[in-house]
Antibody, heavy 123, light 111 residues
Framework: QVQLQQSGPGLVKPSQTLSLTCAISGDSVSSTSSAWNWIRQSPSRGLEWLGRTYFESKWGSDYAVSVKSRITINPDTSKNQFSLQLNSVTPEDTAVYYC?????????????WGKGTTVTVSS | QSALTQPASVSGSPGQSITISCAGTSSDVGGWNYVSWYQQHPGKAPKLMIYDVSYRPSGVSNRFSGSKSGNTASLTISGLQAEDEADYYCSSYTSSSTVYVFGTGSKVTVL
């Protein structure tokens, strides 16, 4: 059974970097059958896909246009986890952040989700 | 990338059937058979209910079914039960550089 365990601070100051980690059990971040996503949810923006990382002979990543200039998603194979970094945050980045597994292949959906981390951007 | 359009709320009595629509464009819903649906109870993470338009993951009740016509996808819940009361979101692959787009969400109320 695949499980995702999220960790990271719940409060970030404006202009600083939001950093979250998602630890994987029951699967591998290096699996060629999975991709690893970050999604956020806020009352104003609803559910918003942020980006993903995946391994297909080499590491790749895709990012939402809305955050592309500020976001990095990195795998950590030594700890079997992946991370989200979002730079130069503003109060608009306040949201519940979820990590999720995507069953890679000829399809697109997220079948396993972390429990979510509430992040507030405030001084 | 605009969100997919869903009705804000849908309601029905126990035992009835309801349908939630999800309107997109030819770049997302209409162009690919990669529509998925998620159920979210308050304070919980989304749960996959339907993938690839009409397929149910193992463990999901067969009271949930999905379909698509043109640029609009639909989720039907038959034999409505109290436990079905939740928020429901559609999602689609999109050919824009943003891989996924989500729907605006629909609150299902069991009367």
């Amino acid at each position: 059974q695949v499980q995702l365990q999220q960790s990271g601070p719940g409060l970030v100051k404006p202009s600083q970097t939001l950093s979250l980690t998602c630890a994987i059990s029951g699967d591998s971040v290096s699996s060629t059958s999975s991709a690893w996503n970050w999604i956020r949810q806020s009352p104003s923006r609803g559910l918003e896909w942020l980006g993903r990382t995946y391994f297909e002979s080499k590491w790749g990543s895709d990012y939402a246009v809305s955050v592309k200039s500020r976001i990095t998603i990195n795998p950590d194979t030594s700890k079997n986890q992946f991370s989200l970094q979002l730079n130069s945050v503003t109060p608009e980045d306040t949201a519940v952040y979820y990590c999720a597994r995507e069953a890679q292949g000829a399809t697109y959906y997220m079948d396993v989700w972390g429990k979510g981390t509430t992040v507030t951007v405030s001084s | 990338q605009s969100a997919l359009t869903q009705p804000a709320s849908v309601s029905g009595s126990p035992g009835q059937s309801i349908t939630i629509s999800c309107a997109g464009t030819s770049s997302d819903v209409g162009g690919w058979n990669y529509v998925s649906w998620y159920q979210q109870h308050p304070g919980k993470a989304p749960k996959l209910m339907i993938y690839d338009v009409s397929y149910r993951p193992s463990g999901v009740s067969n009271r949930f079914s999905g379909s698509k016509s043109g640029n609009t996808a639909s989720l039907t819940i038959s034999g409505l039960q109290a436990e079905d009361e939740a928020d429901y979101y559609c999602s689609s692959y999109t050919s824009s550089s943003t891989v996924y787009v989500f729907g605006t969400g629909s609150k299902v109320t069991v009367l």
